[in-house]
Each structure stands twice: as C-alpha cells, then as structure tokens.
C-alpha cells in the first residue's frame, strides 16, 4: 500500500491538487527501493541454454504444459519471448565463444512502468521487490504491455470474457505462503547461473565476480540503473545488446518520464476556466461597449441633425424677416414715393395732397 | 431523406450498403464475444494495441475536435456568425465520442469493468485514467450540449430552456476537458521512448496531439459541412445557408493558423531532441511527407483559399488536414511504433479489425443521418428564433 501512496504522489495526482487535501509533493523525488527487496542475478557465462528453470518455472506456477517437451533444445534456434502460458523463456544468441544464452522474465523493475501506467492500480510493487498483478480489478485495456520497456507482460487474447495479464511474479504466492524459499527458476537452476538474495548483496556478489574475473565480464551490470533499476540484474560475458538486452533504455523510470506531463493536468484544470472565462468576459465588454458606443453615437448624430434643422429654420426665419423687412421697407419706399410724387403734383396744382 | 418512413422505398444504394456493413459488425461482435480478441484481430503479445485504438480511439477523438472547437469560437471568443455551426459541429462531436466509447467495449478484455478506474479503484498515476475520466465527464457534457435539439424535437420547452441557460459553463467545461483529453492520448506514449521511432517520440507528444486536434476539428467541421450540404439542403434555414460560406472561411483563417502553430510545435520538438540526422532515413522521408504534405501543404492552401475566397481550395485543405491526422495517429500508435522489431513481428490489421472500423463510422453516419433529418440541426425551430 505505502508504495502505492508513493506512486499516487508521483503524479501530483490531479485529484489531490484539485480536491485540495494533504502537502501534494511534487516530483522531486527519490526511490532508493524497498530496503532488503530481493531479486535474481542471473550470470550469462554460467547458462548453458538447459532450459530447467523454463520447467521449473512451469511446475512452480501450475501453467498449461508446453507444445513441445522442455527437454526439446531445438526450440532454442528460435527466438521466443514470455506469452500468457511461459513467464520465463531462455534465448540462444552468438555469442563471442560460441552460443550464449539469456533467460527471460519479469525484471521486477524498482519504479515499475506497468505499475505507473496502469489506471486500474492493478500491479503492486511488494516490498519483498516482487512485483504482481490483480486480475480482480483489471479492465484488460492493455496499457501494461505497451508501456513495459522489457516487452514482460502478456494477455490471454483468446478469453472473450475474462482475460489476464500474465507475468513472472518473482514466486511472491509461494514464497509468502511458505511453498518455496526461492523462485522456481532458481532453484531448478543446476549451474548456479541464477542467484536469488537482497538485490543489495546480488550487486555486492556481480561486482566481484566482474573484479575477480575482469577479461570473462563486461564491465556492467545490467538492471542497476536501467529504467530506474531492476530488481533483475545481469552480468554477461557478450554485449548486452548481443544477448537480446537493449542497451539504449536509460536510467530514467517510467513514472518518472511521465510525471512532468501528469504535473500540467490539475493546472489546465485550474487555470483554462479563469483564461476562457476571461477571454468571454472582454468579449462581453467589447460587445457592451460597442453597444454603448453606437448608442451614444446615435444620440450624437440625432443632435448635431437636430441643432442642424434649427439652425436651418433659424436662418430661413431669419431671411424670411428680411425679406419682411426688405418688403416693408420697399412698400415704404414706394409709398413715400408716391407721395412725394403726389405732393409735387399737388404742389404743381396748388392744393394739398396725400 | 431515404430514412424517413414515407412512401419512398427503403432499398437504395446506400441503405444496402449500410445494411451489409452493420451485418458485418454483428458477425464481428459475436466472434469477439465469443472467440476473444484472437477470432477477430491480428493483436499479439508485442502489439497490444492496434488499429481499434489507433483508429477508432486516437483518430476518432481527435477528428471530434469540432465540437469544443466550434463552440468556444462562438460562446467564448464571440464569433457569433459561426453560431449555425454549432449544432452540426456539436452533433458530430457527441456521436464520435459515443462511438469511441462503444469501440472500446470491444477492444477491452473485461468491457463490464469500464467503469472501475472512475469509480472503484482510480489509478490516478495513469495518464490513461485521465484519459478515461475526461473522456466519460466529456461525453456527458457533450450529451447535455446536445439535448436541446433533442427537447426541442420533442416539444419539451421548460428543460431545453434550463439547459440552454448552461451553455456558457458547458462549453468552458469541455473545452477544460478536451485540453486533457487530447493532450493526454498523445502523453499516453511519452511513457513509450524506447518503443516509439524517435522522429515521432517527444516529450511534447501532449502538445502536438492538443495542437493538432484544432485543425483537425476545424477541418472536419468544414468536411462534412461540405457533405452534409447537398443531401440536407432542403432541411438547412435561411440563416444556416447564408451563413455556410462565412464559416468555412472563418474557420480555414482559424486552421491555417492552428495549422502554422502545429508545424511549429512539430519543429521544436524534432530540435529539442536534435532528430535532424533521422531526416535523411526511410523514416526521415516518411515524416516529412506527413509534415510537409499534410501539414504544411494544407496550411498554405487554407492560407490562399481564405484570402482569395477559393472555396473548393478550401475543402481540398480541409480532406488533405483529416488525412494527415489520420496519418499522424496512425504513425504514432501502430506505424513508428515498434519500429525496432523484425518486420516478421510487426502489425498488419486483420480484416475483421479494418471492417469493425468501417461499421463504427458507418453507424455514426446511419445514427447522424437518422437525427438531422429529424432534430432541429440545420435550422432553428421556430418557437426558439432569436432565443440566443
């Protein structure tokens, strides 16, 4: 469970952030493993491609008997890897003295890929440094397989209904209940190609085996820092890339490559609503100022045409005056020269006139 | 339309096709729920995920972009001459989502367990779970977005005029979670750096994909405007008419853009993670027909045809955008990925699998032709003019 906490604090759980509880951490973290976790190393100059720990693996775990015996090394000339019946598969590749073999399984990685990306929770890193899976909870989306960098988990595609993820467990069941003291691979191991023991005293043993020995080994042991580190270590006497290990992995885990984009999931939840919001809102006002803008606009022009028409009846009242006066005084004019006429007529006459 | 139930015959062209493919999906359905995903799909344990989820997941979610699209351009950005293309866009966008979800009970081992990451048991870890619950709370906005045709349909006036109030937090609400949803599918595989070709691989896989997804919907809008014109003129208003040549050329400005962006994003990721070297590949070539010939191609046509109102530019745009989108989903899910193993193991679809994707889009176009012919889509209903 704990670890499971850990892994929900990886993400900066978007829910935690949104819902506001406890000190979310953010990513700055780092896992050391569980302290006296176990593990494998396996050490490829001591395989001879027997195949016992296939068989030994079989009978442990109860799976379904192979098509073809595992007495049968023929089935080395092809290349296989762990499907829904076989958690563990040897491999014959060139080596640089002839045939090398390397043992396949579940690499019980330290940060577990398959963990991190499982929305169902459904694998559980145990302390023991075991990791298994809850077919009660799984959906069967698949995600497991995609994101598992070793190519591990396998899928029953022909249960309609009810199909598993299936993997190596480490033995954790039989251990636990007290049936086996080491997996069943290693015990069925007859050249001590497979040591089982706290991953700490394995890298102890692998680094003095490649000291002791340093023209048999390179100079690496394979699961220390890959993807986070396994609890699955190698030692070879070939390249790694040359025994089916892929050497371009990096040290990073996967929950670690993944929580930078986990962390930006509750701050678009927090932040897009106020910038869209926002965005509406000046949008509001520009609509509203607009509006008010045109409103006043209206009010101006009918104004202006308003004081427009009243100087226009200003003026042509004013011109009309004029013309009153103009009249008047024209009609004025004309009578007192009328009168005038007259009176020089009537002066002409003798009398008074008008 | 031939759908409806009048006195026209019931047996054209396209209602027997669509007849023979829906049989299809039936034969499908029972084999998958019956024999697993073996009888059906060329799946293995190294290829776990194929074409139902880089189709009908990842392409299906991404070409349904023009729902939240559409509807901020109009409800948040104040774009209100596009307010015609709501409905279809939001329409569209409801039927791919609900069609992504009814695909995916095929693709899941245990489909009756859908729901355990929301409500039993979240990982909350995963970028899938964030994946599932947006997409769940999503369809469901997408379901409540749409009701309003359907009230209006149905004459219910009090609920639609309820729901129509909520428009405004409806849409901010989905375009928050298309964000997460869209960017996240690509995030899915920022957790995949050995397994995924690196000209594809990025740790802004999240970007590209949220980026991407506005042309994409931008373009489908545009699409199947186009489609959608001939056969339902008759059921398309005055205002839905008169309005469709400003849309598409609204919406090719708003994807040249969008589009430009995305050439952008795509460019800073090659030289974040210094990829120039993988340009002189197979793989290098391959890319660049994606980038250049369905990217920026598009781009510049929607760039020209918007400019010089060349709509039939236009529409070529928009089919090259919702091809390259295809090809980009398909490139990261099923294409570069895996790309390190023998071609041997590699993934093909199997015919089943490219005929369940037929049947999915042939049921989306059945169930769409079935509601636009029915619902208010392409008008307004009279009793709701000037209602917004």
Redesign the interface.
């Known amino acids: 469970m704990k670890r499971r906490q850990f892994?929900?604090l990886?993400?900066a759980?978007?829910?935690?952030a949104t819902l506001g509880t406890t000190k979310a951490q953010a990513s700055t973290h780092s896992f050391e493993g569980y302290p006296g976790a176990k593990g494998v190393l396996f050490d490829e100059t001591r395989c001879i491609g027997c195949r016992k720990c296939e068989a030994g693996c079989n009978k442990v775990n109860k799976l379904p008997a192979p098509a073809k015996p595992f007495a049968d090394l023929t089935v080395l000339n092809q290349e296989r890897?762990?499907?829904?019946k076989t958690y563990t598969v040897v491999n014959k590749y060139r080596g640089k003295n002839g045939p090398a073999f390397r043992k396949m399984q579940c690499n019980h990685c330290m940060e577990p890929?398959c963990?991190?990306?499982?929305?169902?929770?459904?694998f559980t890193k145990n302390p023991d440094g075991s990791v298994t899976y809850d077919p009660t909870?799984?959906?069967?989306?698949?995600?497991c397989?995609?994101?598992c960098?070793f190519?591990i988990p396998?899928?029953?595609?022909?249960?309609?209904?009810?199909?598993?993820v299936m993997k190596c467990t480490l033995c954790h069941d039989q251990i636990q209940k007290g049936e086996q003291t080491m997996p069943g691979c290693v015990e069925a191991c007859p050249k001590e190609a497979l040591t089982y023991g706290k991953r700490d005293d394995l890298l102890q043993i692998a680094r003095a085996r490649i000291s002791q020995h340093p023209e048999r080994y390179e100079n690496h042991i394979y699961g220390e820092k890959e993807m986070g580190g396994t609890n699955w270590l190698y030692i070879s006497g070939d390249p790694f890339k040359d025994i089916g290990l892929?050497e371009?992995?990096?040290s990073k885990s996967?929950?670690e490559?993944?929580s930078?984009?986990?962390s930006?999931?509750p701050m678009?939840?927090a932040l897009?609503?106020a910038l869209?919001?926002g965005?509406?809102a000046i949008?509001?006002r520009?609509?509203k100022v607009a509006a008010e803008e045109q409103k006043a606009a209206v009010k101006a022009a009918r104004a202006a045409a308003k004081a427009e028409g009243e100087a226009k009846l200003a003026k042509a009242m004013e011109n009309a005056e004029r013309d009153k006066n103009q009249a008047i005084e024209r009609e004025v004019k004309r009578a007192l020269e009328e009168a005038e006429a007259a009176k020089k007529d009537a002066g002409d006459d003798g009398g008074e006139g008008a | 339309m031939s759908t409806e139930n009048n006195n026209k015959s019931l047996m054209t062209p396209a209602n027997i096709i669509t007849a023979v493919i829906l049989a299809i999906g039936l034969v499908i359905t029972v084999l998958r729920f019956t024999k697993g995903l073996t009888g059906v799909t060329n799946l293995d344990q190294n290829n776990p995920w194929g074409l139902w989820i880089g189709f009908d997941l990842l392409c299906g979610v991404a070409l349904a972009a023009g729902g939240y699209t559409t509807s901020s351009a109009c409800y948040i950005f104040g774009l209100k001459k596009y307010h015609s293309a709501v409905r279809p866009a939001i329409l569209t966008a409801f039927l791919g989502y609900a069609l992504v979800v009814f695909a995916l009970h095929y693709d899941v081992g245990r489909p009756y367990r859908l729901v355990y990451p929301i409500f039993y048991q979240p990982g909350t870890t995963s970028l899938l779970f964030e994946v599932g619950l947006c997409v769940f709370l999503y369809v469901t906005t997408l379901a409540v977005e749409f009701s309003p045709a359907m009230f209006e349909w149905l004459g219910m006036k009090n609920v639609r005029n309820a729901i129509h109030k909520l428009t405004l937090p409806l849409t901010v609400f989905g375009v928050v979670l298309s964000t997460l949803h869209q960017s996240s599918l690509g995030a899915l595989y920022i957790a995949v750096p050995s397994k995924l070709h690196p000209l594809w691989y990025s740790p802004y896989l999240a970007i590209l994909f949220f980026v991407s997804s506005i042309p994409a919907g931008l373009s489908m809008v545009i699409f199947e405007g186009t489609l959608a014109h001939k056969p339902w003129h008759h059921m398309m208003d005055k205002t839905h008419l008169d309005e469709h040549e400003g849309v598409i050329l609204g919406f090719s400005r708003g994807a040249a853009i969008s589009l430009g962006a995305y050439f952008c994003v795509k460019l800073v990721a090659m030289a974040y993670d210094n990829n120039w070297s993988y340009l002189a590949t197979g793989w290098g070539a391959w890319w660049l027909l994606e980038v250049v010939g369905f990217v920026l191609a598009p781009c510049l046509m929607y760039a020209i045809g918007s400019r010089e109102k060349n709509i039939p530019l236009i529409k070529w745009a928009a089919a090259l955008t919702v091809v390259g989108i295809i090809l980009n989903r398909l490139n990261v899910s099923l294409i570069a990925f895996n790309w390190q193993l023998p071609s041997s193991q590699r993934y093909f679809p199997s015919f089943y699998e490219i005929m369940f994707s037929v049947f999915v889009v042939t049921l989306g176009v059945t169930i769409y032709r079935f509601i636009v012919s029915r619902m208010p889509i392409f008008f307004e209903h009279p009793d709701y003019k000037d209602a917004h």
Request: charged share 15%; aromatic share 8%; glycine share 10%.
């Open positions: 892994l929900g990886l993400g759980a978007g829910i935690t890897r762990t499907d829904e890929a963990a991190s990306v499982c929305f169902v929770h459904a909870v799984c959906v069967g989306c698949r995600y397989m995609v994101a960098p190519n396998a899928y029953e595609y022909s249960d309609p209904l009810t199909p598993r892929r371009d992995l990096g996967v929950p490559i993944v930078g984009p986990l930006v999931v678009v939840a897009w609503p869209l919001g965005v509406w949008n509001k520009k609509e």
